[in-house]
């Protein structure tokens, strides 16, 4: 449990800075072994894309 902690940390960190080499190295083998982490990095880069769009859409409306 304390691995998936760690990993969604680095999900969300990712999103906004760069990964150290060791960073991404961890959440690369954690997302290997576990299916729930790879499930909540799909929805987290979709949800991230979703409000970047969204946030690019109200700004051309302006």
Known sequence: MKSC???S???SKQ???PLS???K???KVHMAMCKN???C???LNAIHGWCHQRHDKELSAK
């Open 21 to 23: 080499f060791k960073e």
């Open 25 to 27: 190295t961890m959440l």
């Open 15 to 17: 999103l906004d800075t």
């Open 41 to 43: 990095h799909t929805h």
């Open 5 to 7: 902690v760690k990993a």
């Open 37 to 39: 982490c790879r499930r």
């Open 9 to 11: 940390y680095l999900m």
